[in-house]
């Protein structure tokens, strides 16, 4: 009995990834949720100031990979804004073997507009770094390749709140103070949802906490939905 009970036991692993000049602490209310639910959790600290995305790739691949090793179940992601980019620079070159699903909340897909008006300025370049160049909305050909079409399940929460005024400005609406709705958007996707909150909060909102589970779980959003 025993035996049956314990083959039939399943563990899927949830690596979380913060967003630019972030760290994984950003992430603990809603890796405490994932815990909760019944997953285990990888919560990754990267140099996301210091190098560029294949860079940042290959930085976080042996700890993914050992963590992909340890499960007997499925490898899913949950990405907070740059982190989604990272994720599908990743899943790109490393695929896990049991790859399950990605939850992507304010990842610029389509890039940032407030990273296209401040891409040239010192003070940007010298804070967010190489990747900061890699959130424009117009890429190069090499930023492109790291980028391609996506051939999993990918559900996306985007915020339409915002609590930066002046950036707010450079962005068309409705946005999440950082990043567009429109923007987060990524062909392919499995499932989008709006939730009523800003872009630093989106991991710690409580109904975007509730849907990624639930997108976790079913591969698709509640339609219990808070949205305008």
Known sequence: MNERRQA???L??????????R???SLRRMELALKAAGFATLNLDYDSRRKPLDAL???????LDQFA?????????VCHSMGGLLARVYLARHRPARLGRVVMLGTPNGGSEIADRLKNLAAYRAYFGPAGQQLVTRRDAATSALLPPIDY??????????????TS???????????SVTNTRLEGMADHIVIRTSH?????????????????????FSTNRQVD
């Open 8 to 10: 039939a036991f399943t």
């Open 23 to 25: 760290t994984a602490r």
């Open 169 to 179: 400005m450079a962005l068309p609406r409705p946005h999440d103070g950082r990043v």
């Open 57 to 63: 790739a290959e930085d976080i691949h042996p700890s």
């Open 153 to 166: 399940s990918a559900g996306i929460i985007a915020g339409n709140r915002s609590v930066y005024p002046i």
């Open 69 to 77: 090793e340890s499960l007997d179940g499925s490898v899913n992601f």
């Open 200 to 220: 630093p909060w989106l991991v710690r909102n409580a109904d975007a906490i509730a849907q990624t589970i639930a997108f976790l779980r079913e591969g698709q």
């Open 12 to 21: 899927d692993g949830v690596v979380l990834l913060h967003g630019i000049s």
